[in-house]
């Protein structure tokens, strides 16, 4: 199995306020995190836990005040120590990231279309705006609409859209489905399993796995709690029944 991306024996501590003596709040806590290529893995757990600092720290986005030991792995790269400069480097070409509110992360007084026109030259794109959009299922004239002029499933589509120009090994989506009627968050689930498919590693955090499973498009779930992942494996495997905190997460899944 391809391992695209991997923390491993991830700690994460975090100044609440500035100056030396600032009292520090452990929001990471010897987590582990193996993200295989092809495949979709959903990283649940309740709100809190930190699963959306995983993804912070997948993309070296973590706050500047972050003390860091263990490892992250992109490929064969380590950035456990890398600066801001390496990371900025494998954004967008080697990590693609949807943000949760796909709208806000477009800037309102410009198109879409210019606006994914931009991370298309930035990453050096072999497709242009308008494929993208295609390859998202999104209308023809969607690039000559504002953000405000899009639904929200429209807008998560154009997300993904940018996400993936620069064809990156390594796909994070964070609740992507959160504000989506079940119709368009099957619509998300599928395009996310297509970037899958294309060989991309690609980690969803989501409350939603209900529909995830239902769409037929996630691969393993890693469960956390309290900063570190209890545990990682195919979905069967968290529902053996012995695990009351796992339980809660599949309580709505469909038999």
Known sequence: MDIAAQITDLTVDIAVRGGRAA??????????????????TALIGESGCGKSLVALALCGLLPASSRISGRITIGDDD?????????????????????????????????????????????NADRTAEQL????????????????????????????AAALAGRPELLIADEPTSALDPDNAATVWGLLAEAAADGAAVLVITHDLASLLAADACGQVALMRDGAVLRQGPVVDLLDGHDEYAARFFDRVPA
Do not use: K, N
């Not at 709040?25 to 987590?31: K, N, P, S």
């Not at 800037?107 to 879409?112: I, N, S």
């Not at 959009?133 to 999104?138: G, H, I, N, T, Y």
């Open 79 to 123: 950035m456990s120590a890398a600066g801001e400069r390496a990371w900025r480097q494998l954004r967008g070409r080697r990590i693609g990231l949807v943000p949760q509110s796909a709208a806000t992360s477009f800037t309102p007084v410009r198109t879409v279309g210019s606006q994914v026109a931009e991370v298309c030259r930035r990453v």
């Open 133 to 160: 959009f295609a390859a998202v299922r999104l209308p023809g004239d969607v690039g000559d609409r504002y953000p405000h002029e899009l639904s929200g499933g429209m807008a998560q589509r154009a997300a993904i």
């Open 23 to 40: 009292p520090v709040v452990r929001v990471l806590d010897g987590a582990d995190l193996a993200l295989p290529a092809g495949d979709v």
